[in-house]
């Protein structure tokens, strides 16, 4: 999944019909101090996930796109200012989902509207739902409507999407399914510019329900992909009591963060500790939680360091590392080479690999780096964040370069006789 671009009609105090378009690789966000950069790195991390739960009581308004393997998606989705009385509820047993009560309704109008492209011969789905009802059209046809009374933000977009899809034709709705499968799990969080993620490491409790031989997460995961299985390999082979220890060793997992983050400091060996918080079993399956992670690194004299005993930019290392074990597809990270190494800087970026990312750093290291090969992909890969007065109101403005820009500063970045960081100064991105 890639996003390509973004339309913020309304947001906070960003500029209304603010446009931007994104690269399927490395994004960065340029600006200075107080211009918010950390504003659309959480914006991004909503979109990207899909969640606007936590925007339910403001008022916005959003347009984004979405590619993925086979199937466009461009979503709207906005929460404005109601036109009209609120209708009554639908009756109970036609309800899709479970009634809210009046709340706010009368205040503010949440409205999705989901446009599928499937490729050839794939048909063309539309979804548009609001307060009071959902509808669908393949090909412009109408598939089907349902009268309800829920709060769409309540739920992310891949959730509507699931369950009033159910009603769809099957050969329409398999494809859903799979676009579901594929996404409802990715929900990159902001790797922040402190160490946010690395006590959220400390904090993370994880759940597993078995059936048979399929397994489910309880929620939302924040674990390293490889790692529910090895989890629940272990349990099943050392058979811990609730309370007991798992140790996962560095070389176990190739290309692990673990195994990464020791390769990196010149640890001879590290060890990561997940306690077994709770193991239930019953007929056709069971239930493990897991939870109170640590770590042990053991330096080339002997000594050993838990995680408490690290570095400040030792913990942002091992947790973007973790971070990145976490995300397969996206990252979104504020202020990445605070505190790192330039080696350790060079490493981050390395890892990138084909991640889609959204950057920002007010340190030049970070665009030592950093490919540029076509302006295109400058226009593309760049974000600068200003603030602008309109109308006695300060508004915050984000736009990618001008073509003219771009041209401009690849030209004089072919050169290759001025480092990027100054180059970005020179022609007012950074």
Known sequence: MKLTKLHIHGYRDVA?????????????????????????????????????????REEFSLEYSLDFPGMDLHITVRNTRATGAARPPSREDSALLLPRPLEAAAELEPFMELVLELDAPGPRLVMRADATGVSWEVDGQPAYSQNMYWSL??????????????????????????????????????????????QQMGTTQYGMEMRGDEVFPLGLMWLPAWMPGLL??????????????????HDEVERSFLARFVALNGFTSGLFRVELLDKRSYEGGGRLEFGRFGFRFTRRDGAVLTHEH????QKRLLSFLYYLDVNGDFVIA????????????????????????????????????????????????LIHCGTELREGREWKVYANPSPEAATRLFDAYQRGDTPLATLLRTHGVW
Request: include cysteine; hydrophobic fraction near 40%; glycine fraction near 8%.
């Open 334 to 381: 504020d202020e990445l080479a605070n505190s790192l190494h330039p080696r350790h800087v060079e490493a981050c970026v390395r890892e990138l690999g084909r991640r889609q990312s959204f950057l920002t750093s007010q340190n030049p290291l970070l665009f030592e780096h950093v490919p540029l090969g076509s302006a295109s992909e400058v226009r593309a890969s």
């Open 16 to 56: 209304p019909g603010t446009g931007l378009v994104f690269s399927p690789g490395l994004n960065l966000v340029l600006g200075e101090n107080g211009t918010g950069r950390t504003t659309l790195l959480d914006l991004l991390s909503r979109v990207l996930a899909a969640d606007f739960s936590g925007l339910i």
């Open 310 to 313: 690290l570095g400040h930019g």
């Open 153 to 198: 933000l309540d739920r992310t977009v891949w959730v509507v999407l699931f369950m009033t899809a159910q009603r769809l034709e099957p050969e329409v709705r398999e494809p859903l399914k799979e676009l579901l499968r594929r996404t409802f799990l990715l929900a990159p969080a902001r790797f922040d510019e402190a160490l946010g993620t690395y």
């Open 232 to 249: 629940r390999e272990r349990v099943a082979r050392e058979m811990p009591p609730p309370g007991g220890f798992l140790d996962i060793r």
